[in-house]
């Protein structure tokens, strides 16, 4: 299972890096965009292999469908902790 953290610099875009339980940096996330229909995830995969990830709306929703409803319930509380950790990281 990963864990997503923010690592934010003092650029106004901060990187995401996914991390396994055992705190192994898995991916580095250097840009989400939407394509079309698409979401396009950029970044590197351990620390080496560049990755672009093409994630459909199916996929999405597949994705969507593994949350319990206990997480999907405190997803807008997530956000917000996120949020408001992001920030403070980047004012110290």
């Known amino acids: 299972m990963f864990c997503a953290v923010l690592a934010c610099a003092n650029?106004?875009?901060c990187p995401?890096?996914?991390y396994s339980k055992d705190g192994i940096e898995m991916m580095d996330v250097k840009s989400i965009t939407l394509?079309?229909?698409k979401l396009v995830i950029k970044g590197k995969m351990m620390g080496a292999?560049?990755?672009?990830?093409?994630?459909?709306p199916?996929?999405?929703w597949e994705a969507f469908k593994l949350l319990p409803w206990s997480a999907k319930l405190r997803m807008p509380?997530?956000?917000l902790k996120g949020r408001?950790?992001?920030r403070m990281k980047q004012s110290s």
């Open 58 to 60: 199916e996929d999405i």
């Open 84 to 86: 408001r950790r992001s």
């Open 35 to 37: 394509e079309d229909e």
């Open 49 to 56: 292999m560049a990755a672009i990830i093409h994630v459909k």
């Open 77 to 79: 509380m997530l956000l």
């Open 11 to 13: 650029d106004r875009r």
């Open 16 to 18: 995401m890096k996914l």
